[in-house]
């Protein structure tokens, strides 16, 4: 398994950025597909799922109106496009493929691959 995630940076607030990434070793399409932060100092987070056919989104409060997640089954990638971005974004950003238990969305499998950093400052 390899998921290889792109498009970090440094942003000022209210700026945007679109993070990519690209899946491999596994049935992609099977899964629905998930991103995932975590802040220094404190656990990674839940932020955004999309489902296998893209039909349906569901995101974290936080990023509720600001961020869109969306995948490219072919291609075997998939996106978070970041819009408005705050300086409580900052994070290290991880993408998974996603499953529902225990009433929230968590990782298949314990893989986590490199992640992106992403961060908000002026």
């Known amino acids: 398994v390899q998921l290889v995630v792109s498009g970090g940076g440094m942003v000022q607030p209210g700026g945007s950025l679109r993070l990519s990434c690209a899946a491999s070793?596994?049935?992609?399409?099977?899964?629905?597909t998930g991103w995932f932060r975590q802040a220094p100092g404190k656990e990674r987070e839940w932020v955004a799922t999309?489902?296998?056919?893209?039909?349906?989104?569901y995101y974290v409060d936080s990023v509720k109106g600001r961020f869109t997640i969306s995948r490219d089954n072919a291609k075997n990638m998939v996106y978070l496009q970041m819009n408005s971005l705050k300086p409580e974004d900052t994070a290290v950003y991880y993408c998974?493929?996603?499953?529902?238990?225990?009433?929230?969305?968590?990782?298949?499998?314990?893989?986590w691959g490199q992640g992106t950093q992403v961060t908000v400052s002026s």
């Open positions: 070793g596994f049935t992609f399409s099977s899964y629905p």
């Open positions: 999309i489902t296998i056919s893209g039909g349906a989104t």
């Open positions: 998974n493929a996603v499953q529902w238990v225990a009433a929230a969305w968590g990782p298949v499998g314990g893989y």
